[in-house]
């Protein structure tokens, strides 16, 4: 019979133990996969998310698998959310290694597009009905001819290291499209109740996924799917 | 280690990644609603050895039933018994006279009444507690214990939601234990995943006996 996996996880031994076999990976071909912190009740931000609060009420809660933020020493960006634990550094850098990201313009906005650079100098892709007159970040392009072609070039740009996709509406546009490869959620151990919900206005006809990868980390579990393309 | 333990009550439920637990249009005819029966793909092997039969079989180890009043009808009202004659508490929001419950069955309107009953049914043993409705009224009243979600790897896109009309709280849980077969293809594909509901408040004077 199937070999069992029984994880007791009263013990936070943080090394990552890649479970469920699939390589996922095809050596050069450039793939789209959605990273979001999500609530076991689905939210990926609560109520009342706007710009002064992005995260919505209680949605800082979703954040605290990264790290700190830094201990005051600015200037490190990116690198001071690094979380310190082996596995979900481990997914960190996996999303740091993509060779452009695509994100929702709300996310974008609210996020205030990284400063411009969101990593490694990688360009960002925004799907967008209506660009903003003014751009000031040269690595950021706003895609106005829908979601495909926002992922094409996006693909374009990153050669043969993957696209990270980032921003709710955006994943779904994507799931609908049918052009997101694999979906990573790190799912939090919380309920909050209310909020944006990652999966929403999805139509009805079923999109069978693949759980290809577990990992287990302190107050978080990194789920990776892979998107079963018909 | 050894001390008496207060039954415990956990929600056990399938629910597809998009967090629903059946699809549309759920009725007495159609109890999953369109597609909702996918989610049910990895009971096909709830005798197999491993996980999946592992969960079925601690299910079938409690020793009192809650359940919503929607999921009692939808499942044919299990016939009075869901398994080994245990007690089955309805939740529901009005009893009707004529309704003689089959078998083990009892009405119960107050939630925390309905916890208070199936916990001394139990014995020792634990509670069951499944449907939407009845899970998001006893994480309402504080009286869930713990959770058993059965993931399943699919986007169902419409349905019936597990966690809704709840309040904007978050309530803070403990992963405890979780559990994958492994070499099971993605039709059949479960992630069990066991929460512990962290309590804020004790649940000091709902009587345990």
Redesign the interface.
Known sequence: ??????????DSSSRPVA???NDWKDEGMSRVFSTMAMS???FIA??QDDAQNPAG??GM?LMDWLGSGGDGDEGDGVEAFRPTDPSSRMVFEEAQSTGAVITGRRTGDFAGYWGGDHHGGVPIFVPTHQPPDHNPYERVHYVTDGIEACVEQAKAAAGERDVMLHGAYTIQEA?KAGVLDR?E?QLR???????R???DG??????????VR?L?APGV?H?R?EV?HA | MTSPRTPVIRLDMTMSLDGFVVGPQDCVDAPMGIGGFRLFNWLDRRFDPGPDGQVFAEVNATRAVIAGRRTYEHAGRWQGDHHDGVPIFVLTHHVDEDDVPPGTVRYVTDVRECAARARAAAGSADVVAMGAGAAQALIRAGELDEMELHVVPVLLGRGRRLFDHLPADNIELELTRRLTARDVDPAHQVLHLRYRVQRTEARATDGDR
Do not use: W
């Not at chain 1, 019979?1 to 009263?10: D, E, F, T």
């Not at chain 1, 151990?189 to 909020?195: A, E, F, T």
């Not at chain 1, 999805?202 to 759980?211: A, G, R, S, V």
């Open positions: 019979m199937s070999p069992v996996i029984i994880a007791s996880l009263q479970e469920l076999s076991l009740d689905g609560g109520p009420i209680g809660r799931l979906i959620i151990p919380v309920l909050l109740g209310q909020g919900p990652l999966f999805l139509p009805p006809e079923h999109i069978e996924l693949e759980l577990v287990k579990l789920l799917y079963q």
